[in-house]
Each structure stands twice: as C-alpha cells, then as structure tokens.
C-alpha cells in the first residue's frame, strides 16, 4: 500500500484493508543501502533475474503445518481477544478491529514462534506484532484523521494498559 499523499493512491475500503495480514512501512534505504542496491543491479547487467528455488510445495506444506502446531495457551488467547477488543471501546476510535485482526495476530505470532524455533507464543510476541497486525484495522475518530501515527500510538496505548497474562514456558 502506498502513502496516501502519493499522486493517484485512494484508500482502501475498510473491508478492503481488514483483509491485509499485516501493515509494515519500511521507509527508505540508507545511503550505502541504496548505492549496494545500484552496485546490484549494474552487476546483474540486465533488468531480468532468475530466483533460485528454496522449497517445493511438499516444503511449503510442512511449514505450514508446523506453524499450525504451535502451541497457543487459553490466557494468550484471551490476551488477544482483549488486545483486539479494546480497539472497539478506545475514544479515539470509531470503528475497532474485526475479529480478522485477532486471527491475523494469532497467525503472525505462531509464525514468528516457529521461526525462532519456539513451539509456543508468548504475550511478548503479541505486543511485538499488534501494531502491524491492527492499526491499519481501526477507523479513527474525524479529528484524527490527518495524524499519520495516531492508530499505531492507540494500539500502542492498548498494548500496555490491557493486563499481561503470565506464562510458563511450555
């Protein structure tokens, strides 16, 4: 999704954006990034590459499956739900995330539970994923409207008042 201030970017419709996993801004290269990026490119001395294959589909499938495996403890769970339902309630919000945010929280954590060879989330990986999983979700209040990080400081907000549950390592 490109800024809004581009030339010839709309918003999306709010059913449009609630089906986005996750919303990442990656802003610019540094200075030595984007020249490595020209050395790159000249290097490869045309516009056209080949990506090499790291898995099949029989690979993608176990991936999978092994994200589907994480474990998820009840209190978590509910440390979601309560992330995600205190976007509806927040005054600076007119519309809170749908239970989609949730669901896209609880992918994004086992994933990221997996990749660090965990077989469990933690409530850590939660606050480390709300921001990106749900300020594109909310509909802010009119008057904030033009400020570019008021969803991020709402979840921000929401992630450190709603209780943390603790967890013993599974």
């Known amino acids: 999704q490109n800024p809004i201030e581009y030339e010839g970017t709309f918003p999306l419709p709010?059913?449009?954006?609630?089906r986005f996993i996750m919303k990442l801004s990656i802003g610019y290269p540094s200075a030595t990034d984007e020249q490595e990026i020209l050395r790159r490119r000249r290097e490869r001395r045309e516009d056209a590459f080949t990506l090499q294959r790291v898995t099949d589909a029989d690979g993608l499938l176990a991936m999978r499956h092994v994200v589907e495996?994480?474990?998820?403890?009840?209190?978590?769970?509910?440390?979601?739900?309560?992330?995600?339902?205190?976007?509806?309630s927040h005054r600076h919000v007119a519309v809170g995330?749908?239970?989609r945010g949730g669901l896209a929280l609880l992918k994004l954590t086992r994933a990221w539970a997996a990749m660090h060879g965990r077989d469990y989330i933690l409530p850590d990986d939660?606050?480390?994923?709300a921001q990106t999983a749900l300020s594109h979700r909310l509909i802010l209040e009119p008057d904030l409207w033009t400020d570019r990080g008021a969803a991020d400081e709402v979840i921000s907000e929401i992630a450190r008042n709603v209780p943390v549950p603790v967890i013993n390592e599974v």
Do not use: G, M, W
Not at 14 to 18: N, V, Y
Not at 75 to 88: F, L
Not at 126 to 129: L, Q, R
């Open 97 to 99: 995330a749908s239970p």
């Open 14 to 18: 709010e059913a449009q954006l609630d």
């Open 69 to 88: 495996s994480i474990h998820v403890d009840p209190d978590v769970e509910r440390y979601i739900v309560d992330i995600v339902r205190a976007t509806r």
């Open 126 to 129: 939660i606050k480390y994923f």
